[in-house]
């Protein structure tokens, strides 16, 4: 062996005057590091030309960033789009609630109702819950979810299979073939 000094002893045989192997430096490394540690001013500044922009993809990523184009259903439906002022009935002319009426007044009237003040105003709420309140503990529903009051069905007891049914000791309880 190279760079090593071997003696064995016949009492166990271990090795004696170990000595470190030193890998070999290559120059060109030495070289490299010494200059990465020089360090020093940034040579040949130069900017980086950004990228050519085309303007159809350009013309496309801005309609993408807006929703696309938006469809109407008929003139009408564009008409109210541009003319809503989505601040309420009071800055809408008076063609825009017109129509806005005839729109709302399939459903409740509350619904127009918060359209021409601009605001919701009839949120349903309990006094328990107001902002400020203190807090109240909340009694459970005293009357049970299933409610057996008799009758001349038999109550549901068991399902099979997913099927709900009813127990009824009159009835046969195994298929007897005959």
Do not use: C, W
Not at 10 to 15: P, V
Not at 115 to 134: A, F, L
């Amino acid at each position: 062996m190279t760079n090593e000094e071997v003696d064995l002893d016949d009492e166990g045989g271990a090795i004696q005057k170990v000595r470190k192997r030193l890998p070999k430096k290559l120059p060109k490394i030495d070289e490299a590091l010494q200059k990465q540690m020089q360090g020093g001013a940034i040579q040949k500044v130069r900017r980086r030309s950004s990228p050519k922009k085309k303007p159809k993809i350009e013309e496309a990523l801005q309609k993408q960033m807006q929703g696309g184009k938006m469809r109407y259903h008929d003139r009408m439906h564009k008409h109210l789009h541009k003319n809503l002022s989505g601040r309420g009935g009071r800055f809408d002319s008076q063609f825009v609630r017109e129509k806005m009426h005839q729109v709302m007044s399939a459903y409740h009237p509350s619904l127009f109702q918060s359209y021409m003040s601009g605001k919701v105003r009839d949120i349903p709420q309990h006094n328990r819950h107001e902002p400020g309140m203190k807090p109240q503990a909340t009694r459970p529903d005293p009357r049970p979810s299933v409610v057996d009051m008799g009758g001349s069905m038999n109550s549901i007891t068991h399902s099979e299979n997913g099927v709900l049914q009813s127990f009824d000791h009159t009835f046969y309880q195994h298929l007897e073939i005959v």
